[in-house]
């Protein structure tokens, strides 16, 4: 079952614009990630948020977490059109054995 | 390094024939992962290994998937028969827990087409 639903599953932008996408997700975690797919590729590793944290800063990419409200969001500022992609939540759970279970992704497309 | 390396790219096969996809992890990694992504059910943990144990099957659909990993360089993931419901693309995923990251570093995938 999947862990983690994010929130929307599609979302169209103009280049220079921020992107917001959100993640909720059902059981108590260790950390949680997000990751990025390209059209056709693997999934790429973009950032890891601890349980014991709330947000975290990587370059241009903002992420916070809320264990209190079993949510996340991940911020894109000036948004690029290389950063069409689709963006895929992942949660270690609490005892879950070092596996990650990841949400239904959000469809980002930036535009021109 | 040349990251996890799967093989094949694409398979394009008939209902009832043996199915197998290959996967090289990163050198040093001692977890591997393997998923299956469809449009409909996203992404699914199928088994994963640790040091060339398999830790969690239960992921794994039915008896006609098996998955294997010999030693730490090699692992497969085997269907037979295969049926037109197993179309999807396969993704192999490895990563070193001492780096304390949790990260996954994943293949490029092998997109499975049962006629």
């Known amino acids: 079952s999947q862990q983690g639903e994010e929130d929307p599953q599609a979302l169209s932008i103009q280049e220079g614009e921020n992107a917001t996408m959100n993640c909720s997700y059902k059981?108590?975690?260790?950390?949680l990630q997000w990751y990025r797919q390209n059209s056709g590729r693997g999934l790429v590793h973009l950032i890891l948020i601890r349980s014991n944290e709330r947000e975290k800063h990587s370059g241009r990419l903002r992420v916070t977490l809320d264990t209190s409200k079993k949510s996340s969001s991940l911020l894109i500022t000036a948004s690029r059109a290389a950063d069409t992609a689709s963006y895929f939540c992942?949660?270690?759970?609490w005892g879950g054995g070092n596996k990650l279970t990841f949400g239904t992704g959000t469809q980002l497309k930036v535009e021109l | 390094d040349a990251g996890v390396i799967q093989s094949p790219r694409h398979e394009v096969t008939e209902m009832g024939q043996e199915v197998t996809l290959r996967c090289k992890p990163i050198?040093?990694?001692?977890?591997l992962f393997w998923y299956r992504q469809t449009m409909m059910r996203g992404l699914e943990l199928l088994i994963y290994f640790n040091n060339n144990v398999p830790i969690d099957d239960s992921g794994m659909p039915e008896d006609r998937f098996s998955a294997k990993m010999p030693n730490a360089s090699f692992s497969t993931l085997k269907i037979q028969p295969s049926e037109p419901r197993d179309s999807a693309v396969y993704f192999c995923a490895s990563s070193h827990l001492a780096l304390d990251t949790g990260e996954l570093f994943f293949g490029e995938g092998s997109r499975l087409t049962v006629l």
């Open positions: 050198s040093g990694h001692d977890y």
């Open positions: 059981t108590s975690i260790n950390n």
């Open positions: 992942a949660t270690d759970a």
